[in-house]
């Protein structure tokens, strides 16, 4: 069983920056893809990033291009999202999701997820 655990969320002003973080637990995720995730109240979760852990090539949402980046420590099975130029429109939940194949923005199609880090951005 994979254990996912978002971390490293909070109240930050419009221009600074976040780390969130996404340990698991369970299993290492070689054959992997994991994804970002956020969903903002009355919103659909939509997708921000996500990586091949095995390649660590990264993929991002055109919202956040440029502004977060995507990377992953093999040996703490960690996954990080950094956020640099934060907006009020990312205000948000932030989850992190596994799932075993090629990479999607369909949250449907992950097998795993944590339980959420809220990130909120003042203006």
């Known amino acids: 069983q994979v254990q996912l655990v978002e971390s490293g969320g909070g109240l930050v002003q419009a221009g600074g920056s976040l780390r969130l973080s996404c340990a698991s637990s369970g299993r290492t995720f070689s054959s992997y893809y994991m994804g970002w995730f956020r969903q903002a109240p009355g919103k659909e979760r939509e997708f921000v990033a996500g990586i091949y852990w095995s390649s660590g090539n990264t993929y991002y949402a055109d919202s956040v291009k440029g502004r977060f980046t995507n990377s992953r420590d093999n040996a703490k099975n960690t996954m990080y999202l950094q956020m640099n130029s934060l907006k009020p429109e990312d205000t948000a939940v932030y989850y992190c999701?596994?799932?075993?194949?090629?990479?999607?923005?369909?949250?449907?199609?992950?097998?795993?997820w944590g339980q959420g880090t809220q990130v909120t951005v003042s203006s």
């Open positions: 999701a596994a799932r075993v194949g090629d990479r999607t923005t369909v949250p449907l199609h992950y097998d795993y």
